[in-house]
């Protein structure tokens, strides 16, 4: 097994950090990195547990080998909200009751951030495909939909908010 040390930005945070040829990128982040809040799910890319933002898409990290991320900006559900307080999407999701065993939940928050950068009020139809690679055996669905279009709301309000104060 070939050691090698890779360079990535993760979470808003350049890292230098050693790893194998064949470790999983999943495995990195939570085992090296100590960032767990990546899930493994299935191992096989198709439950969305171990889902991330790399280089601004969302990818199964039990798919990609490490060394993949050299040079890649990262983001895991760890990244989302900051200073200690909650993302608008994090609220919705607890408001809403869509957190139920939680296991889905950091996925599908990294899929919704994707979905409201592309449209702060998208449909059902737009919700169900932005989230398909993600499954969930608690909820139903029907509140992390509700979650995503009042996370939009509640992202929609902030925007408004910041242009008011550069006006």
Do not use: W
């Not at 194998?20 to 969305?48: A, M, N, P, Q, V």
């Not at 990262?74 to 994090?90: A, F, K, R, S, Y």
């Amino acid at each position: 097994m070939s050691k090698l040390m890779i360079e990535l930005t993760i979470n808003g945070k350049k890292r230098k950090v050693e790893t194998t040829t064949s470790t999983r990128l999943l495995d990195f982040i939570r085992d090296d990195l100590h960032l767990t809040g990546t899930k493994e799910g299935c191992g096989k890319g198709e439950c969305g547990a171990c889902t991330v933002i790399m280089n601004g898409e969302l990818v199964d990290s039990c798919l990609v080998l490490a060394p993949q991320a050299e040079g890649a900006v990262i983001t895991t559900i760890e990244g989302i909200g900051n200073d200690g307080h909650l993302d608008p999407i994090q609220e919705a999701f607890i408001e809403t009751g869509a957190v139920q065993c939680g296991f889905c939940i950091p996925g599908m928050i990294l899929a919704a951030k994707k979905i409201l950068e592309k449209n702060l009020h998208p449909g059902e139809k737009e919700i169900k495909q932005g989230i398909s690679g993600n499954i969930c055996r608690c909820t139903g669905y029907q509140k992390i939909f509700d979650a995503i279009k009042l996370a939009g709301e509640k992202l929609s309000v902030l925007d408004s908010r910041k242009v008011e104060k550069n006006e």
